[in-house]
């Protein structure tokens, strides 16, 4: 395939909230440039983008996917994300390789809380933006309505380029102000003819606000303006695009991509206004502790991302690529600074969906797939050898809900933790630890959907069928008041028996003072070198449990007294008597019962505060503090036991429509209010 300089290049993702019709979209621009010669469908599971069996079965896409195309002489590079709270991670993952976000909002349902999570994260990135007004066909779609919530939430960048001509099953065109012509589209093609008279006076008033703002970033243009020179369409669209490049200015245009109307457009304007790599700011690496900035240059040093990973059982590990400088051919080898291991790309893939194509090269700006690399991993650096820069890492999208698994046969074990370890490799948002404790392996990630798709991919691709269940709270015992107690053990065997006895008195620490032993035996009463094993005692029962049957922490053990036969004792007779003098000792202490608490960071629109607030108190938590950023947006931070908020990333998202976020860290623990100690001790005993 013909290889492309960074000029004749557009790298591009379509971002924004699930259901917008993104993937639809990509198929009809795909269908438009003649890259497919059939037009798949959602529904039907025919689409080039969502086509792993966990989409297909849900309608939904779970991860980004390429399709380019090309309009011209220009390669779009175009990502398709996934619009669900879940998946954000792959929007994050796509972004950071694209130089303009496609932001599609649905006419019908406007702009949702994903579409304002897209936006916020291409903000963040200084990525250009561009809007499509996507299912101008459908009932209750309204061009206005949706176009006055754009501007509202973003601001006064938000420049119509397009209207739409006719509505909802009247729709039938754009108008494009640009070149002040209309666009019909009838039986799958499209003719230019003048404004429709019923659009003429508002497209008028429009275009002389759209000209009048895209003159002011040209000098020479404005000033021919200003003397009564109209300026031609060439003219504003390539100042337009200088305009987009630097993120001033947000083009809005609109279409159907069921129906076609106005997606040759779309596809047209993404490679006339779309900034190509070079026009980007150079990216900064660090070099070996000294950073600096490397430009959009083929001609050089080769160095490369790895923004996605994709891990088959059969075909191995797909790396996806950006070429950030150089230009990359196949058997190039490379440095990974992370492993340490240099690395030989042996084949250059194009990937379109599922389908694979091989490349001879590519240049900067571009982006491609690399099969079978060693070492590599989401978020390394390519670089040449014995020039070890990195780039800044992307930070995966932070874990919010926790599942305990295990594997439905029990010799499945190592299976599903190689499986594991897989799927983690290609989703950055997968967490994974075990708790002794508890017994518990635990799986973390963005969501109940996200969770049940990895469940579903481990019995696919490595034939691990799973159970889950919730995730068992680590509580803790302490002590309220000091108390003293005598372990006695003696056993009498044929032979030497076993004899030990140990005095010990407990006291409360303070909160999060862990355990202290003190000796204080005098005279000999237990030998020295048996002291430890009353200590050993002690901790091995603190784990077993006091009580209530978890573990025991803050507390003093002072040793004071104790009792030994020259031949019977051994560290194993005073282990068990430390042991047995502890438990005792307990029970006349005060057993208090205690629970993790943790730090809950939420940031909610103002207009839901006293929603997430009543609900944080419904959950015994104790609001620290509330503060306004951005204007709209509260951050409320709580201390809120952990047992109450196991499933707070579902409730949260209904109670706010998904536009609330959180945080939770473990903080400290405290006493259980009494009116649930007795039902927590009454399940710990299976009652």
Same mark, same amino acid.
């Given at each position: 395939?013909?290889?492309?300089?960074?000029?004749?290049?557009?790298?591009?993702?379509?971002?924004?909230?699930?259901?917008?019709?993104?993937?639809?979209?990509?198929?009809?621009?795909?269908?438009?440039?003649?890259?497919?010669?059939?037009q798949?469908?959602?529904?039907?599971?025919?689409?080039?983008?969502?086509?792993?069996?966990?989409?297909?079965?849900?309608?939904?896409?779970?991860?980004?996917?390429?399709?380019?195309?090309?309009?011209g002489?220009?390669?779009?590079?175009?990502?398709?994300?996934?619009?669900?709270?879940?998946?954000?991670?792959?929007?994050?993952?796509?972004?950071?390789?694209?130089?303009l976000?496609v932001?599609?909002?649905?006419?019908?349902?406007?702009?949702?809380?994903?579409?304002?999570?897209?936006?916020?994260?291409?903000?963040?990135?200084?990525?250009?933006?561009?809007?499509?007004?996507?299912?101008?066909?459908?009932?209750?779609?309204?061009?206005?309505?949706t176009?006055?919530?754009?501007?509202?939430?973003?601001?006064?960048?938000?420049?119509?380029?397009?209207?739409?001509?006719?509505?909802e099953s009247?729709?039938?065109?754009?108008?494009?102000?640009?070149?002040?012509?209309a666009?019909?589209?009838?039986?799958?093609?499209?003719?230019?003819g003048?404004?429709p008279?019923?659009?003429?006076?508002?497209?008028?008033?429009?275009?002389?606000?759209?000209?009048?703002?895209?003159v002011v970033?040209?000098?020479?243009?404005?000033?021919?303006?200003?003397?009564?020179?109209?300026?031609?369409?060439?003219?504003?669209?390539?100042?337009?695009?200088?305009?987009?490049?630097?993120?001033?200015?947000?083009?809005?245009?609109?279409?159907?991509?069921?129906?076609?109307?106005?997606?040759?457009?779309?596809?047209?304007l993404l490679?006339?206004?779309?900034?190509?790599?070079?026009?980007?700011?150079?990216?900064?690496?660090?070099?070996?502790?000294?950073?600096?900035?490397?430009?959009?240059?083929?001609?050089?040093?080769?160095?490369?991302?790895?923004?996605?990973?994709?891990?088959?059982?059969y075909?191995?590990?797909?790396?996806?690529?950006?070429?950030?400088?150089g230009?990359?051919?196949?058997?190039?080898? #490379?440095?990974?600074?992370?492993?340490?291991?240099? !690395?030989?790309?042996?084949? $250059?893939? +194009?990937? &379109?969906?599922? =389908? *694979?194509?091989?490349?001879?090269?590519?240049?900067?700006?571009?982006?491609?797939?690399?099969?079978?690399l060693?070492?590599?991993?989401?978020?390394?650096t390519?670089?040449?050898k014995?020039?070890?820069?990195?780039?800044?890492?992307?930070e995966p999208?932070p874990?919010?809900?926790?599942?305990?698994?295990?594997?439905?046969?029990?010799?499945?074990?190592?299976? #599903?933790?190689?499986?594991?370890?897989?799927?983690? !490799?290609?989703?950055?948002? $997968?967490? +994974?630890? &075990?708790?002794? =404790? *508890?017994?518990?392996?635990?799986?973390?990630?963005?969501?109940?959907?996200?969770l049940?798709?990895?469940?579903?991919?481990?019995?696919?691709?490595?034939?691990?069928?799973?159970?889950t269940?919730?995730?068992?709270?680590a509580?803790?015992?302490?002590?309220?008041?000091?108390?003293?107690?005598?372990?006695?053990y003696k056993?009498?065997?044929g032979?030497?028996?076993?004899?030990g006895v140990?005095?010990?008195?407990? !006291?409360?620490?303070?909160?999060?003072g862990?355990? &202290?032993?003190?000796?204080?035996?005098?005279?000999?009463?237990?030998?020295?070198?048996?002291?430890?094993?009353?200590?050993?005692?002690?901790?091995?029962?603190m784990?077993?449990?006091?009580?209530?049957?978890?573990?025991?922490?803050?507390?003093?053990?002072?040793?004071l007294?104790?009792?030994?036969?020259?031949?019977?004792?051994?560290?194993?007779?005073?282990?068990?008597?430390?042991?047995?003098?502890?438990?005792?000792?307990?029970?006349?202490a005060?057993?208090?019962?205690?629970?993790?608490?943790?730090r809950?960071?939420?940031?909610?629109?103002?207009?839901?505060?006293?929603?997430?607030l009543?609900?944080?108190?419904?959950?015994?938590?104790?609001?620290?503090?509330?503060?306004?950023?951005?204007?709209?947006?509260?951050?409320?931070?709580?201390?809120?036991?952990?047992?109450?908020?196991?499933?707070?990333?579902?409730?949260?998202?209904?109670?706010?429509?998904?536009?609330?976020?959180f945080?939770?860290?473990?903080?400290?623990?405290?006493?259980?209010?009494?009116?649930?100690?007795d039902?927590?001790?009454?399940?710990?005993?299976?009652?």
């Amino acid at each position: 395939m013909t290889s492309y300089p960074p000029s004749r290049i557009r790298n591009v993702a379509l971002v924004g909230h699930n259901g917008a019709g993104k993937t639809t979209l990509a198929e009809a621009m795909l269908h438009a440039t003649g890259t497919v010669t059939r037009q798949g469908r959602v529904e039907d599971g025919t689409t080039v983008c969502d086509f792993e069996p966990e989409e297909i079965k849900r309608h939904l896409s779970i991860s980004l996917a390429l399709a380019p195309f090309t309009v011209g002489d220009v390669k779009v590079n175009l990502i398709d994300t996934p619009g669900y709270a879940d998946f954000f991670g792959e929007v994050r993952a796509a972004c950071s390789v694209v130089d303009l976000v496609v932001v599609v909002v649905s006419a019908v349902d406007g702009v949702e809380a994903q579409t304002e999570a897209a936006w916020r994260l291409a903000a963040e990135l200084g990525l250009p933006r561009l809007v499509f007004v996507n299912k101008l066909d459908r009932d209750r779609a309204s061009f206005d309505r949706t176009l006055a919530e754009l501007k509202e939430r973003f601001g006064a960048g938000i420049a119509p380029l397009e209207l739409p001509v006719g509505e909802e099953s009247d729709f039938r065109g754009i108008a494009d102000l640009l070149t002040d012509e209309a666009i019909f589209y009838e039986g799958g093609a499209s003719t230019r003819g003048p404004i429709p008279d019923e659009l003429a006076e508002l497209e008028h008033t429009v275009r002389e606000h759209l000209v009048e703002g895209i003159v002011v970033g040209d000098d020479e243009l404005m000033e021919r303006y200003l003397e009564g020179e109209v300026p031609t369409a060439e003219e504003l669209e390539a100042t337009l695009a200088g305009g987009v490049a630097q993120g001033l200015v947000f083009p809005v245009v609109c279409g159907s991509a069921t129906t076609g109307v106005g997606i040759d457009r779309l596809a047209s304007l993404l490679a006339e206004i779309g900034p190509s790599p070079d026009r980007r700011p150079p990216v900064e690496v660090d070099g070996a502790g000294s950073p600096h900035t490397v430009t959009c240059d083929p001609a050089g040093q080769p160095l490369a991302r790895v923004f996605k990973t994709v891990s088959d059982p059969y075909v191995g590990k797909i790396s996806l690529l950006r070429v950030l400088s150089g230009t990359i051919r196949p058997d190039t080898v #490379l440095t990974n600074p992370r492993a340490h291991a240099d !690395e030989r790309l042996h084949i $250059l893939e +194009l990937l &379109r969906g599922k =389908e *694979t194509e091989v490349l001879a090269e590519v240049q900067a700006g571009d982006i491609l797939a690399v099969p079978k690399l060693t070492v590599t991993l989401t978020g390394d650096t390519l670089a040449p050898k014995g020039t070890p820069v990195t780039l800044p890492p992307v930070e995966p999208e932070p874990t919010v809900l926790e599942v305990a698994i295990r594997p439905r046969s029990k010799g499945d074990d190592d299976k #599903l933790m190689t499986g594991l370890h897989r799927l983690q !490799e290609e989703d950055l948002a $997968l967490g +994974l630890r &075990r708790v002794d =404790e *508890t017994h518990q392996t635990i799986l973390s990630g963005t969501g109940e959907t996200h969770l049940a798709v990895v469940c579903e991919r481990l019995q696919r691709k490595y034939g691990v069928e799973v159970e889950t269940e919730d995730v068992l709270v680590a509580y803790r015992e302490t002590i309220s008041a000091p108390a003293e107690a005598e372990g006695r053990y003696k056993k009498q065997t044929g032979g030497h028996g076993q004899y030990g006895v140990a005095t010990v008195r407990l !006291e409360p620490l303070e909160r999060g003072g862990g355990f &202290r032993f003190v000796d204080q035996v005098v005279g000999g009463a237990i030998p020295r070198q048996f002291i430890p094993a009353v200590e050993k005692g002690v901790i091995e029962a603190m784990a077993q449990g006091g009580e209530f049957g978890f573990p025991v922490v803050d507390i003093q053990v002072t040793c004071l007294d104790g009792k030994y036969h020259p031949v019977d004792s051994s560290e194993m007779s005073f282990k068990i008597a430390g042991a047995l003098a502890l438990r005792e000792a307990m029970a006349q202490a005060g057993p208090v019962l205690l629970e993790p608490l943790s730090r809950l960071r939420v940031l909610v629109p103002a207009s839901m505060q006293g929603d997430v607030l009543g609900d944080l108190n419904a959950r015994r938590g104790r609001v620290l503090g509330t503060d306004t950023l951005d204007g709209a947006v509260q951050e409320i931070t709580a201390m809120v036991p952990t047992a109450e908020i196991g499933r707070y990333a579902i409730d949260l998202r209904s109670l706010t429509g998904g536009r609330g976020r959180f945080s939770a860290d473990h903080d400290h623990y405290d006493a259980v209010p009494a009116n649930l100690v007795d039902r927590l001790a009454r399940t710990r005993a299976g009652v």
